[in-house]
């Protein structure tokens, strides 16, 4: 007979360990130690062999049971339960670790208020039971900025132009998102904009958006578009939409006497986004897109006709040393149809958001393709510069616009304040144009 307490106990495993242990206790701290290094929760060893003399020799095997996770454990208290449970819904029926890992990944990539903090513990309930704790880290992007100005000539009137945007997350504790967007140039040019949408509603896997924009142009015409779409986000793969838009233009009295027609328009729409640069205001890596399609019908005045409309937005920021990054970027907005375009159709750019160095929607085009090059430099984690070069590829403007410049960001808990300052082509150092926005983050 064999005694266990004097005995040597020599363990080999199929995947290649061995260990020479003087008790049993001390041979399942190894095998838990080498579970610990395992991508499957549900690997074991068993005992498939042993020989028993001076010494014992157990010989193990590793199988796997198929262990899933079956259960999502809820604890954030910012996001209501049905949407939290939404949001993680792609964790049920993954392998634990390494593939849960995985897609919990994707799931804090693909919802931008997600911050990277967040993690996942296991619980194991029975041998073949595994529950998921998403401990979810938020962040949500509050803000508004703005800039105004009043002026007058002679004896008129008071005339207010300016800008604002707002922004706010969450509101409902949907994790849905609602922007409003003013525009004043002047009296006779104006945008406003508003953008609702939420993730998931009433529980369903799928979510909603609705957009409304009117924008008063030279006093020409009028120009009212409404959307409305249905969407999904697929981790790894971005948010779609999809949707129906409609798009009506009304003639002004003045724009009567230039001989501008009224059109209307629908069209059935595409929309692909996602964002995983590192940081919203100040990113130095990461990617993000934003692809929007359009095809449809539209009449003006005796005339129906084809159209085809697309907007694109996309960068990459590349890290090259510590505090230096390259940013490529890309904006282009575009529509086709057999006949002549309409005034209010055309793609407009200049101004920070497309073309620096040049006023806010100088250009009006069929199309424009703009691609742009950034170098930025961190100073700190709160201040950042950068030069830029830009140009915009387009249907009928010659020479092509072109701009060039620098610019300075800095960025604290409450506020963000960029400066661009950008020359057009042709331009004097003394000629350039200075864009400015503050932003209020609460």
Known sequence: MLSLNTAQINVQTSDGHFLAADSLEMVEDHLDSLLTQKENLGTQYVIIDFTASNDLTLVYKESQLPIKIDTVFLTNDEIIQSVEKQILSTLLHTTPLIETEEQFNRIITAYPF?????????????????????LLHTNYDNSISGIAGAGRESESSWDITGQLDMHVENLWKTAG??????????????????????????????????????????????????????????????TWRLGFESNTIYSTPKGDSLGISDLSSQKLALNSSSDRRNNRWAPTEGYFWNLSFGVGSQKQESE?????????????????????SLLSHVYGEGIYSKEVLHEGQKARYGGMQTLRGYNEDFYATDYVIIPSFECNYSLSTNIHLNIFSECAFQADIT??????????????????????????RGSKLSEGKIHLEITNRF
Not at 122 to 134: C, H, T
Not at 187 to 210: A, C, W, Y
């Open 304 to 324: 129906e006709g084809f159209i085809f409309q697309y907007k694109i937005v996309g960068g990459m920021y590349i890290p090259v040393t510590t505090g230096i």
């Open 114 to 134: 997600l911050k990277t903090q967040s993690s996942i513990r296991y619980v194991r309930y029975s041998e073949m039971k595994v529950g998921a704790i998403a």
């Open 177 to 238: 998102k609602v922007h409003l967007h003013w525009k004043r140039l002047n009296e006779n040019t104006q945008t406003v904009q508003f953008m609702l949408e939420e993730p998931f509603i009433f529980g369903l896997p799928f979510g909603t958006r609705l957009d409304l924009r009117q924008d008063l142009r030279e006093g020409n015409y009028v120009s009212t578009d409404i959307g409305i779409s249905a969407l999904h986000t697929q981790p790894g793969l971005g």
């Open 399 to 424: 020479p092509i616009p072109m701009s060039y410049g620098i610019g300075y960001t800095q960025v604290t808990d409450q506020t963000v304040l960029s400066i661009q300052y950008g020359l057009s």
